[in-house]
């Protein structure tokens, strides 16, 4: 959590999900709280008043009041935890922390109103006021916590801070370090998973259901959501809601969900969007869990639907309901346990393994149809609209650990919060793949940027970084995303890339195994001891090479004892069988074949994909619900290109998951003179770094910089050179212009006294014409050799900052042969952004060069990722052209630019 200023700290409000899928809003607390804050004073128990304040205290002063109201920001702040909304909000927690004579530490004190102790509230407070508290620069909290108060030491013990305690008499001395680690990090996601699957169940799994707008008149969207409920047989109870009609498809109605009798789970809301935030209101004042908006007209529509939508969501956060929408399809359950259809799509798909999440509800309808052809099963279908509350990430939490759930698919039009999703997805793809249809590939462009690394950089770029980095398998049409997915429903993932392609067409083997190559996969040839035991049984003329070729006479006997064969081969990973049906044999036969010789592939983890022509998806023919289908493909193209998405994810999975390793050699004292020296001189902000300034940054990184000198004048630069020993490099000094090359202040190669003066005489004159400002030159000895590439660094407002890595030099942006990854950067990130570039050969050495230092160059995107990580306000960085060495002699970076924001 960033707080960067005294405004952000006093408008900082976060909506959180508690233990028992409740959730309240913490905020700071304000001047106007005394009278709230009086009035939990007096709701708590005498127990919990001694036990905040170490003795009995009846009454609360205003001037206590209002002493506990006041914050100065910098060495007093509070967080409260409120319910309710406007008038009738109500503080149930409190927690405050008051900074100690010795400056880097801070007392804490908390207090949580009976009636809502055990929920979570305290850990919430504890974990929201050491992150404020950290940017403060205080490092430890201490605290008085009375012997008896194990609840509260049982919050502190499992904050995942680490923990000290020391007991004198009847009191804990107990001391927090609240340093942001990895260990607290792991906790903390662990909590808030629990949380929200907790949170989620009232929506996915509800008990009781009322429909807000149940409508009798045929058609419309209330008719059909009802309708849908009662005619797939909702396993609870369903309400109609209307004020105008006493029933609904023979259901008795009520005037308003005030009305119902009964606890409600779920309200699915379906009236025009003006009527919407008042029915919310009405659901929260009955005490609904959760919500789904059907209703259109809010986020999507206009300012006017933007600030409804606003509404909407501070009700749903005051009384902590959690809403699905608005402008949303609804939500489907296939468990037998639930049999929920609450949308208004007449399609209620079999009961499956792959969850299904999208942002439209128009193409959910889509979906839902096309998974019926596919014969394609679904456990859950959420149509998530504007995501005002309930989004991606939260859905892939709750369908981590759901046992209904093996394969998740997401249709994506934004990501809410990027880091946050790739943070999850990353956890999540180790146990369950997860496949996406990320729309929006060509809206955003390069935008205006000083920088090559932020030129290269695009919306587009940073989502594609995303995927690769969290292992979520990406594809481009609704048509791959089920090919993908029945792939992944049905098969196991390939334990490598080597392919056996059987057929009885010649042509459609050709084409497949073409598709395979292309796509990086192998047709190793079949091995001489199997094509010895085929030769006797094929018919004559079969092709016992790779594709096996049967030739049209084949039968669903040659079919089943060729496969028999190649399940026992341990050289193939994936046999794909390719059928085109002929005059002399039935598809029903080959069908038989294939499904018989199953179990045995299933049994040794080995992939089988069928393409029959004219029949895609699961095929009753090719398997059961009960043990399996092999997949089939249409054409040749649909089968590779499925096949070689999910081996990447299989290869992404054995990889090693990486870390952030301690990096030698780095000065952060250093660093941070160097930075605030830079800024105090510099005074603009942003605030471009001079060269030298850039140099010995990179320097306190421990990041080898070619060494420069700035001359302000001609004799300086020729003094300079001579120490410096030709030959030299010339280059324009300026903080404001970025590509010196375009501008004409770049001379390289320079021999004499007289060309270092002729260099500076020009640039000088060129920037004179073109009306900048002259500030000197840089003059540096010339590097020479070594394979020339460009390391860099750009904010992205959504994504934060993403790292670049490429080949160099001024044709960096013209090739654009770059990849990104979100930081920070593990050591497995760094090596395969080297390895992703094209020109990776010419690192390895390409026709007789000795390889370059990779492993330099992995040292170097390690140590720019540390420094982007303690110093967040570096916005942009260029590191072009590093010049990388042979093996064992390391790298040059030749020229730098940096930015602070």
Same mark, same amino acid.
């Given at each position: ?66 002493? @506990? ?735 670049? @890595? ?96």
């Amino acid at each position: 959590m960033a707080i960067n200023a005294r405004k952000e700290l006093k408008d900082y409000q976060k909506l959180v999900t508690l233990k028992d899928g409740s959730r309240v809003r913490l905020r700071t607390v304000r001047a106007d709280d005394e009278e709230r804050l009086a009035g939990l004073f007096y709701r708590l128990s005498r127990s919990a008043v001694y036990l905040r304040f170490h003795h009995i205290l009846v009454n609360l002063s205003r001037d206590e009041a209002r002493r @506990f109201a006041s914050l100065d920001f910098k060495n007093t702040f509070a967080i409260v935890a409120a319910t309710g909304d406007g008038t009738e909000e109500n503080i149930v927690a409190v927690g405050r922390y008051s900074r100690l004579p010795k400056g880097d530490a801070a007392e804490v004190a908390f207090v949580v109103e009976d009636a809502y102790r055990g929920k979570g509230i305290g850990t919430h407070l504890v974990e929201q006021l050491a992150a404020i508290a950290h940017q403060e620069g205080i490092g430890v909290f201490e605290a008085e916590v009375m012997a008896e108060n194990q609840e509260m030491m049982k919050v502190f013990r499992d904050s995942g801070f680490e923990f000290r305690q020391r007991l004198e008499e009847d009191v804990y001395r107990v001391t927090l370090t609240i340093s942001p680690t990895p260990s607290l990090e792991e906790v903390s996601a662990e909590r808030e998973r629990l949380a929200t699957v907790t949170s989620l169940k009232p929506l996915l799994a509800p008990r009781s259901i009322a429909v807000v707008g149940a409508s009798r008149r045929p058609g419309s969207i209330g008719n059909k959501v009802f309708h849908n409920l009662l005619l797939q047989e909702f396993a609870g109870v369903v309400y109609p809601v209307n004020p105008n009609a006493a029933s609904v498809a023979s259901v008795k109605a009520y005037p308003s969900i005030l009305d119902v009798p009964d606890e409600v789970d779920l309200a699915v809301i379906i009236v025009p969007a003006e009527l919407v935030p008042e029915m919310a209101d009405q659901c929260g004042r009955k005490g609904v869990r959760s919500t789904i908006v059907i209703s259109s007209g809010f986020g999507e529509s206009g300012p006017e639907g933007v600030a409804r939508q606003k509404r909407l969501d501070d009700i749903h956060g005051s009384y902590g309901l959690r809403l699905v929408g608005p402008n949303c399809m609804g939500i489907i359950n296939t468990d037998p346990g639930v049999n929920m259809n609450a949308t208004f799509s007449a399609v209620f798909p079999a009961q499956g393994n792959i969850a299904f999440g999208t942002q439209s509800g128009a193409l959910g309808l889509a979906i839902l149809e096309y998974a019926r052809g596919l014969n394609i099963g679904l456990s859950t279908f959420v149509s998530i609209g504007n995501m005002a509350d309930v989004s991606g990430v939260d859905l892939l939490q709750y369908w981590e650990d759901d046992p209904a759930t093996k394969v998740i698919l997401l249709y994506q039009e934004s990501f809410g919060d990027p880091r946050k999703f790739a943070r999850v997805a990353r956890r999540i793809a180790r146990v369950k793949p997860i496949v996406a249809l990320k729309s929006g590939r060509t809206a955003a462009g390069s935008r205006a940027a000083a920088s090559h690394t932020g030129a290269l950089a695009t919306t587009e770029v940073a989502a594609e970084a995303l995927f690769t980095q969290a292992g979520i398998i990406r594809v481009d049409t609704m048509e791959q995303l089920f090919d993908v997915a029945n792939l992944l429903s049905h098969q196991p993932i390939p334990q490598g890339k080597r392919v056996a392609i059987v057929t009885n067409g010649g042509g459609p083997g050709i084409l497949t195994a073409d598709a395979c190559a292309a796509r990086g996969l192998e047709l190793p040839p079949v091995p001489e001891g199997i094509t010895a035991e085929l030769r006797p049984i094929l018919p004559a003329g079969s092709n016992l090479t790779n594709p096996v070729d049967m030739t049209a006479e084949a039968t669903g006997d040659h079919y089943r004892r060729t496969l028999q064969l190649l399940a026992q081969d341990q050289g193939f990973d994936i046999i794909i069988v390719i059928f085109i049906p002929p005059v002399v044999t039935a598809s029903e036969t080959v069908a038989a074949a294939i499904r018989e010789v199953s179990p045995a592939y299933r049994a040794r983890g080995k992939t089988l994909l069928a393409s029959f022509i004219g029949t895609r998806g699961a095929p009753p023919g090719l398997g059961s619900r009960d043990q399996g289908y092999v997949p089939a493909f249409n054409f040749p193209e649909a089968t590779a290109s499925a096949l070689a998405s999910v081996w990447t994810y299989g290869r992404w999975l054995r990889r090693p998951r990486g870390v952030i390793p301690e990096l030698k050699g780095i000065d952060r004292g250093c660093a941070s003179r160097t930075v605030s020296a830079a800024s105090a001189a510099g005074g603009q902000q942003p605030l471009w770094l001079d060269a030298v300034s850039v140099v010995e940054l990179l320097r306190c990184y421990g990041i080898n910089a070619a060494p420069l000198r700035p001359a302000a004048t001609e004799d300086e630069a020729v003094k300079i050179a001579g120490e410096a020993g030709y030959p030299v490099a010339v280059k324009l000094f300026s903080r404001t212009i970025t590509h010196k090359t375009e501008a004409g202040g770049v001379f390289l190669d320079l021999q004499t006294p007289e060309a270092v003066r002729n260099a500076f005489s020009r640039i000088r004159e060129r920037l004179a014409g073109a009306g900048e400002e002259f500030a000197g030159v840089i003059v540096q000895p010339m590097v020479r050799g070594g394979v020339e590439v460009i390391v860099g660094v750009t904010q992205d407002p959504a994504f934060g900052p993403l790292m670049m @890595f490429g080949m160099g030099g001024v044709q960096a942006e013209l090739f654009k042969d770059v990849n990104f990854r979100i930081h920070p950067l593990t050591n497995v990130d760094a090596a395969e952004m080297i390895r992703s570039v094209k020109a990776f050969q010419l690192l390895e050495g390409w026709r007789g060069a000795p390889p370059s230092d990779i492993e330099a160059l992995e040292d170097l995107l390690l140590r720019v990722s540390a420094m982007v990580e303690d110093l967040p306000r570096i916005s942009e960085l260029d590191l072009n052209p590093v010049k990388v060495f042979e093996a064992g002699k390391g790298y040059v970076v030749v020229d730098a630019r940096i930015m602070l924001a």
